[in-house]
């Protein structure tokens, strides 16, 4: 089986315009959760989707953060604009459900974005 | 509030060698799942092992196993015979429940270990 698909690995733009980092979940997978890794703060979480609907949105940084999953298979982090301190490894994880071992996140190889 | 605490920020061990690597946690919730990942240095987050607040016995997957001691909330990771593929971040995270039983969903990262494991 796939595991948890994200794109690009790998962003490089300036401060000022916008990113857009996509998530492919392990199919069947009814949670999706988005992370921010920076040396500084370690792993956070922004937000995270039970069936497409956002639940829990308050580690997301400010209004220049949107998430979006228009459905079970794609999720979308949008910056913008972007500044130089949003620099961070982005990952994207999905689990069934959240109990137990069952509940277990699997995470995506994650995006290195890094804004000049 | 949940809190992980990872007290080593690196720890080296020989090749074929057991190391432990240690995790504290700090919660009020009576249910909770306590997880170990590993980062290598190409940045990928592996799911390693898991241990339930209300499991009985220890977790093990293959070479790896959680020494879980609830009453001094603690999770440590065990690694037997080490491998030089072993070398990598470790994390110890846990996902917590409400009043009413519901997870939290959302899994709260200790700052981790840097384990290197020489020939």
């Known amino acids: 089986d796939a595991g948890v698909i994200q794109s690009p690995r790998h962003e490089v733009t300036e401060m000022g315009q916008e990113v857009t980092l996509r998530c492919k979940p392990i199919?069947?997978?009814?949670?999706l959760f988005w992370y921010r890794q920076t040396m500084m703060r370690g792993l956070e979480l922004l937000i995270y989707?039970?069936?497409?609907?956002?639940?829990?949105d308050s580690g997301m940084p400010e209004d220049r953060f949107s998430a979006k999953m228009p459905n079970a298979s794609f999720s979308t982090l949008k910056i913008q604009p972007s500044e130089p301190r949003d620099s961070a490894v982005y990952f994207c994880?999905?689990?069934?459900?959240?109990?137990?071992?069952?509940?277990?996140?699997?995470f995506g190889p994650g995006t290195r974005l890094l804004v000049l | 509030a949940q809190k992980i605490t990872q007290t080593q920020p690196g720890m080296f061990v020989q090749e074929k060698e057991a190391v432990t690597l240690d995790c504290t946690y700090d919660?009020?919730?009576?249910?909770?799942?306590l997880f170990w990942y590993k980062q290598p240095s190409s940045g990928e987050m592996i799911f390693l092992i898991y241990?339930?607040?209300?499991?009985?016995q220890n977790a093990t997957e293959g070479r790896y196993s959680l020494n879980f001691q609830k009453a001094r909330k603690s999770a440590n990771l065990v690694i037997s015979a080490s491998q030089l593929g072993d070398s990598a971040m470790y994390f110890c995270?846990?996902?917590?429940?409400?009043?009413?039983?519901?997870?939290?969903?959302?899994?709260?990262f200790g700052q981790g270990t840097i384990l290197t494991v020489h020939p």
């Open positions: 994880a999905s689990s069934l459900g959240t109990l137990g071992g069952m509940g277990t996140q699997y």
């Open positions: 199919s069947g997978h009814d949670y």
């Open positions: 989707f039970n069936n497409n609907v956002p639940i829990d």
């Open positions: 919660t009020s919730d009576q249910s909770y799942g």
């Open positions: 241990q339930g607040s209300y499991d009985e």
């Open positions: 995270a846990m996902r917590g429940t409400n009043a009413g039983g519901t997870s939290y969903g959302k899994l709260t």
